[in-house]
C-alpha cells in the first residue's frame, strides 16, 4: 500500500489522466435505466461495471472512479431501493478496489449533486446534503478509497459543503462544477467558484460534465488565470458551440433536444478528445478526463496524446493494413478504389 503514490503525488509530477462517463456508457449497454440513471448495475451486474473499469484502466485511466453517482440516499429512493444503499456503495468501491489493482491506478470515491440543495433554504438543505455526503463518504473511506471526487456541481454552497465533509475525513478533495446556465444557480461564475473552493483547500477543483470541449477550454484558460493549485477538467465528448454551450442544450436545426440519449450526432471521435487532451495539458491543467458519453477509445487516444502507451494501445489502428484504405491494395481491387476514396 505504502509504495503507491497517492493523487497528490502523482499531479505533483505531471498530469493524471481519468475516466468517467460510466453511468451513459452503462445505460447504452443496457444495464442502468435512463432517468433515474440509478446504478442500480452495481447491484444487479456487477461483472458489467468491473468490465467497464479494466476497459478505461487498460485505455490508461489513472483512476478507478467508483461507481456510487446518483447511488445516494433520495436517488436510491427513487426507483425503490433506499434498503440496498450501502450494499451499492461499499460494493462500488469494491469493484473499483479491485480494477485498479490491475495497475497500480488511484481509488477515488464518488459524489454528486445532490437535487436536495437550494441556496433558498440553505439552512434545512444543507443539513441533508451534509447526511447523504458524510454517509457516502464514510462507506467509501471505510472501503479504502485514496480520494474523493465531488462533481456535476451547479450550487457554489454544495461544493463547499462536499469539501467540508471530505475534509472531515482527511481525504484530497477534488471538486468540479457543472451547470446548464453559464454560472453556477446562485448566480456565482465557475472561474469563481473554482477559485474561492481552491482558497477554502480543496486539492483539486475545475470542471466536469455539461460542456464538451469547445466550451470547455475557455473557461479553464480563466480558471487556470486564478488558480494556483491543482485544475481538472473532465468535458463531455459532444460538439458543444457559444450557441448551444452544455449538451443539454444541443439539438440539430429545428430540431428536439437530443439529450440524453439521442446525442450521438454531436459525438466527438477519437481524434478530438486527444486534441482536448493536448489542449488541456498545455493550458496547465492537471487531471485531464472525459465525462458523459466517454468511451474507452477516447481514453486511449487521450492518454496516447499525452504520450503513453497503455496496454490497449496494443491495438492501436493500423490503417496502412487495410486490405483497401491501406498502402497494399491487391490489384484486383483497384478498379473499386473509387468508391472507397471518393
Ligand atoms: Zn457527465
Known amino acids: 500500500m505504502a509504495d503507491k503514490p497517492g493523487l497528490l503525488e502523482r499531479l505533483a509530477k505531471g498530469v493524471v489522466l481519468g475516466a468517467e462517463g460510466y453511468v451513459f456508457e452503462l445505460e447504452r449497454r443496457g444495464y442502468i435505466k435512463a432517468g433515474p440513471f440509478v446504478p442500480e448495475v452495481v447491484l444487479d ?194 460538439r458543444t458551440t457559444p450557441d448551444q454551450y452544455a449538451f443539454q442544450q444541443l439539438r440539430e436545426p429545428g430540431g428536439e433536444r437530443l439529450f440524453p440519449i439521442a446525442l450521438e450526432p454531436f459525438l466527438c471521435n477519437r481524434f478530438e478528445m486527444a486534441d482536448f487532451a493536448r489542449q488541456a495539458e498545455e493550458i496547465g491543467v492537471n487531471y485531464i478526463g472525459i465525462c458523459c458519453g466517454g468511451a474507452p477509445h477516447h481514453v486511449r487516444a487521450m492518454a496516447e496524446a499525452l504520450g503513453r502507451t497503455p496496454s490497449a494501445s496494443r491495438y492501436s489502428p493500423e490503417l496502412s493494413l487495410h486490405p483497401m484504405i491501406g498502402k497494399h491494395v491487391h490489384e484486383k481491387d483497384e478498379e473499386f478504389l473509387g468508391h472507397w476514396k471518393d
Open 45 to 238: 451486474f456487477p461483472e458489467a461495471v468491473d468490465e467497464l473499469h479494466r476497459e478505461f484502466l487498460r485505455a490508461g485511466a489513472e483512476v478507478m472512479v467508483a461507481l456510487t453517482y446518483y447511488g445516494d440516499r433520495e436517488k436510491l429512493k427513487t426507483v425503490g431501493r433506499e434498503g440496498e444503499l450501502e450494499t451499492l456503495n461499499r460494493r462500488a468501491v469494491k469493484l473499483a478496489k479491485k480494477a485498479a489493482a490491475e495497475g497500480n491506478a488511484l481509488v477515488a470515491g464518488d459524489i454528486c449533486n445532490t437535487w436536495v440543495y437550494d441556496h433558498n433554504d440553505k439552512e434545512a438543505s444543507s443539513k441533508k446534503v451534509r447526511q447523504i455526503y458524510t454517509e457516502q463518504v464514510s462507506w467509501a473511506v471505510d472501503e479504502g478509497v485514496d480520494f474523493i471526487i465531488a462533481e456535476t456541481l451547479d450550487y457554489f454552497g454544495e461544493g463547499m459543503l462536499a469539501l467540508e465533509v471530505i475534509k472531515s475525513f482527511g481525504l484530497p478533495a477534488m471538486i468540479t462544477f457543472a451547470s446548464v446556465q453559464d454560472t453556477l444557480r446562485e448566480g456565482i461564475s465557475h472561474v469563481e467558484a473554482c477559485r474561492l473552493l481552491a482558497a477554502e483547500g480543496a486539492d483539486v477543483v475545475g470542471l466536469n460534465c455539461s460542456r464538451g470541449p469547445g466550451t470547455m477550454l475557455p473557461m479553464l484558460r480563466e480558471i487556470r488565470q486564478v488558480v494556483s493549485g491543482y485544475v481538472a477538467a473532465q468535458p463531455v465528448p459532444y
